[in-house]
T-cell receptor, first 114, second 116 residues
Framework: GEDVEQSLFLSVREGDSSVINCTYT??????LYWYKQEPGAGLQLLTY?????DMKQDQRLTVLLNKKDKHLSLRIADTQTGDSAIYFC??????????????FGTGTLLAVQP | DVKVTQSSRYLVKRTGEKVFLECVQD?????MFWYRQDPGLGLRLIYF???????EKGDIPEGYSVSREKKERFSLILESASTNQTSMYLC???????????????FGEGSWLTVV
C-alpha cells in the first residue's frame, strides 16, 4: 500500500528553525510537495521539488529530498507565530497521469511559541 | 482570485439521512477531487473526476457516490450517513498535468460534517 508518514506534532520557539520530516513509499513519484493548512482553511501549496533534485530553497523554506531513503524534509528558517499550522507532505506517483492524484501524509501540527 | 467554494461549512445530520456536499470551482478546471481529513490519518481521496460525467474511485469510496453533471460542479453524496462518516470534507480542483507553480491544486475551505 501507499503510506506517507509524518510525525504528528512539533513545537518550536519563535525565531528558531523548524524541521518537518516525511517518509514516502513510492519510488516512482515524480514530484513531492509541501502544503500548509491554517486553522479553518483548506490546503495551500507551499513548495514542491522534482524527484531529480536533492534540494530546493525558496526564501525561508528549504526542501531536502533523499530518494534512496524516500525521505523528504521541510526546514523553515526564523519560524514565526504565523507559521503555526498543519503541514502536509504529498507525493505524486507516476501512475497518476494527468489527473494529479496525490497521496497525502498524515500532517504535522507545528506550534510556534512566542 | 481563484476560488473553490464548498456551499456548506458546517452540517449536522442524522444517521441514515442522505447528505449532499456541493463544490463549485470558477477556474474551468478539468480535474476535481473529494478528500476527507481525519486527525492522524491526513487526507484520504474518496473520488475524483477528470471530466464531466467521468469519475473514478479513490482510496476510500465505500459509502459515497459523486456526480459531475457540469464542469464547474462536483457533488459528494452520502447515500445513508453513518457516524463513522463524521469528518472534514475537502473539495479540490486542478488542470491536467503536474501540480507545480502556475498549475497547482486549489482547495476549498472544507465542510465539517457531524453525523449523530
Amino acid at each position: 500500500g501507499e503510506d506517507v508518514e509524518q510525525s504528528l506534532f512539533l513545537s518550536v520557539r519563535e525565531g528558531d528553525s523548524s524541521v518537518i520530516n516525511c517518509t514516502y513509499t513510492d519510488s516512482s513519484s515524480t514530484y513531492l510537495y509541501w502544503y500548509k493548512q491554517e486553522p479553518g482553511a483548506g490546503l495551500q501549496l507551499l513548495t514542491y521539488i522534482f524527484s531529480n533534485m536533492d534540494m530546493k530553497q525558496d526564501q525561508r523554506l528549504t526542501v531536502l529530498l533523499n530518494k534512496k531513503d524516500k525521505h523528504l524534509s521541510l526546514r523553515i528558517a526564523d519560524t514565526q507565530t504565523g507559521d503555526s499550522a498543519i503541514y502536509f507532505c504529498a507525493e505524486r506517483p507516476n501512475y497518476g497521469g494527468a489527473t494529479n492524484k496525490l497521496i497525502f501524509g498524515t500532517g504535522t501540527l507545528l506550534a510556534v511559541q512566542p | 482570485d481563484v476560488k473553490v467554494t464548498q456551499s456548506s461549512r458546517y452540517l449536522v445530520k442524522r444517521t441514515g439521512e442522505k447528505v449532499f456536499l456541493e463544490c463549485v470551482q470558477d477556474m474551468d478546471h478539468e480535474n476535481m477531487f473529494w478528500y476527507r481529513q481525519d486527525p492522524g490519518l491526513g487526507l484520504r481521496l474518496i473520488y475524483f473526476s477528470y471530466d464531466v460525467k467521468m469519475k473514478e474511485k479513490g482510496d476510500i469510496p465505500e459509502g459515497y457516490s459523486v456526480s459531475r453533471e457540469k464542469k464547474e460542479r462536483f457533488s459528494l453524496i452520502l447515500e445513508s450517513a453513518s457516524t463513522n462518516q463524521t469528518s472534514m470534507y475537502l473539495c479540490a480542483s486542478s488542470s491536467p498535468g503536474p501540480p507545480v507553480s502556475g498549475n497547482t491544486i486549489y482547495f476549498g475551505e472544507g465542510s465539517w460534517l457531524t453525523v449523530v
